[in-house]
């Protein structure tokens, strides 16, 4: 079992950077790839990024290319979403996410096994 917690959302003005984290408890994290994904007010739930479990596939939608980074330490049990140039569509509870069975499809959210509570995230213009 693998339960995920979400950290660093909050309000911040457009231009501006936030630092998402992703903390696991369980011994395999560092075997699982994981994902980032968000949801809007009246919207579904889209993919932003996602890691393998060695961190050498990385993966981003294209509307945050080039703005977000996704990255994270197995050491720490821990992975980051580092958001730069925010603008006020990346408004949305953000949810991090771990998938430990199945062949990995990075962008699929039903792909996941685990997922976090979420973290609001609120960019102003």
């Known amino acids: 079992q693998v339960q995920l917690v979400e950290s660093g959302g909050g309000l911040v003005q457009a231009g501006g950077s936030l630092r998402l984290s992703c903390v696991a408890s369980?011994?395999?994290?560092?075997?699982?790839?994981m994902g980032w994904f968000r949801q809007a007010p009246g919207k579904e739930r889209e993919f932003v990024s996602a890691?393998?479990?060695?961190?050498?596939?990385?993966y981003h939608a294209p509307s945050v290319k080039g703005r977000f980074t996704i990255s994270r330490d197995n050491a720490k049990n821990t992975m980051y979403l580092q958001m730069n140039s925010l603008k006020p569509e990346d408004t949305a509870v953000y949810y991090c996410?771990?998938?430990?069975?199945?062949?990995?499809?990075?962008?699929?959210?039903?792909?996941?096994?685990?997922w976090g509570q979420g973290t609001q995230v609120t960019v102003s213009s």
């Open positions: 996410a771990a998938q430990s069975t199945g062949r990995w499809i990075p962008s699929r959210f039903d792909n996941y096994n685990y």
């Open positions: 369980g011994r395999t994290f560092s075997t699982y790839p």
């Open positions: 890691i393998s479990w060695s961190g050498g596939d990385i």
